[in-house]
């Protein structure tokens, strides 16, 4: 089984920098989006370092990657790259002080080849990941946030924290403390699954039930769902940067066109944003 990712990010309809990143490493079956903290100096260089770093960590070590025996051990290594993630982003801190608490968000998803019917998946932030299975859209993820956290203890409920002034304010993120202790989970995969990561600027714009709908009434794939889900996000006033990345089974004849693609030099990792600047 094969999966490829297809993302698009957007600056939005409010902001003038764009401080998503994403990666679609299809060859490594690797998929990420990050979020640099608004209001933060600095978010569109710590999204995008902690974007290269997870890259480069799962690169660098391909063959310790592809030899995982169980998902138990890949959640171990995936962990273990996010935390190198969050100390690429702090020694950049660190070496410009201008940049002191930069941090960002990260959500990651990784399939092996060795391990059918199975992946992990990391976060850290409220970027989010969702599966779409026979119709039904579920959260993969739970928001490190203080509304969430609040919703979560009884004292908020979910319809007021949509507008509540402080759902901006994150529990965890790269780049904020030594260790960022991501969440990590093993999930199942079924050969028709899809999935969605997204930073918040889609998902502070279309409740889950809104995301769901655009899925099954526009019926498009790839690079087109991203568009139909941004374009809507912004139809509502895009408040903020958005970044999709949807992860779809290859089936036999788009694996053959994929991989006479990438023969050819097609299909390659991508990562949206502005380079680190000192």
């Known amino acids: ?38 209001g933060h100096v600095g978010g569109e260089i710590a999204s995008r370092l902690a974007v290269d770093s997870l890259l480069q960590t799962v690169k660098s070590r391909a063959r310790e990657w592809d030899r995982v025996p169980s998902t138990h051990e890949g959640a171990r290594l995936l962990v273990e790259a996010v935390e190198m993630a969050n100390q690429a982003v702090r020694a950049y801190a660190i070496e410009h002080p201008a940049y002191y608490g930069m941090g960002t968000t990260i959500a990651v998803l990784k399939m092996f080849d060795q391990l059918p019917g199975e992946a992990v998946i990391a976060h850290a932030g409220d970027s989010r990941i969702y599966r779409v299975r026979d119709r039904d859209l579920k959260t993969l993820t739970r928001d490190h946030s203080l509304v969430q956290d609040q919703i979560d203890l009884g004292l908020l409920r979910p319809e007021e924290a949509e507008h509540h002034p402080l759902r901006h304010i994150l529990t ?42 655009i899925i099954e009434t526009t019926d498009a794939k790839g690079e087109a769902l991203c568009r139909a889900l941004i374009n809507e996000a912004n139809a509502r006033g895009g408040e903020d940067n958005v970044t999709i990345v949807v992860i779809e089974p290859l089936d036999h004849k788009e694996l053959i066109e994929a991989s006479t693609s990438e023969g050819r030099g097609g299909t390659r990792p991508g990562v949206q944003n502005s380079p680190p600047h000192p």
Not at 194 to 208: A, I, V
């Open 1 to 38: 089984m094969k999966w490829i990712g297809t993302g698009l990010s957007d600056i939005g309809r409010v902001r003038h920098i764009n401080q998503d990143a994403y990666a679609v490493d299809n060859e490594h079956q690797l998929w990420i989006v990050a979020d640099g903290m608004g």
């Open 172 to 213: 965890k993120a790269l780049g904020i403390e030594p260790r960022v202790q991501p969440a990590v989970q093993p999930i199942d995969v079924q050969p028709t699954d899809r999935f969605l990561l997204c930073t918040d600027g889609l998902t502070k714009m279309l409740g889950d039930l809104d995301i769901a709908k």
